[in-house]
Each structure stands twice: as structure tokens, then as C-alpha cells.
């Protein structure tokens, strides 16, 4: 699980069985304990970029065996 530090903006990943309980957890670069956020925030765009995409491929799909089942019938 990757971890932004917000005191240093540090990206880190903690190392298994860390995360979770959330005590023992600091980073490695100014080892800050406090301002830690999961970095699950960023990728939340990256999931919407990446439906986005998914919709534009099957919507070319579709468009492809339209076309097809139009040429054939
Ligand atoms: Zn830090």
C-alpha cells in the first residue's frame, strides 16, 4: 500500500502488515508518523480516466460489429 507523506510530499510504499493499525507506520524520509494519507486518493482519477477509455474501446467495438453485422446482413 503506497502512503503520501504531507509534511515532506514523500510517496512510499509500506512494507506488508504495517499499514493497517496505523501505529508504526512513519516515513522514511523525515519520519513523520502524523499526515500520512493513503495514496488511493490519486488514483481515483486514474479510474476514471481509465473507465473513460474502457467506454471509448467498447463503444468502437460496438460501433465495428454494427458495421459488420450491416455489411453481412
Ligand atoms: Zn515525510
Redesign the pocket.
Known amino acids: 500500500m503506497q502512503y503520501h ?6 510517496v ?1 510504499t509500506a512494507p506488508a502488515g504495517k499499514d493497517g493499525d496505523g501505529g508504526e507506520l512513519h ?6 508518523e502524523a ?2 494519507e493513503p495514496a488511493h486518493k490519486v488514483s481515483r482519477s486514474m479510474m476514471l480516466f481509465a473507465a473513460l477509455l474502457a467506454g471509448a474501446v467498447v463503444a468502437s467495438a460496438v460501433g465495428g460489429v454494427l458495421s459488420l453485422s450491416a455489411g453481412v446482413g
Open positions: 507523506c504531507a509534511r515532506c510530499h514523500h512510499f516515513c522514511p524520509r523525515c519520519k513523520a499526515g500520512l
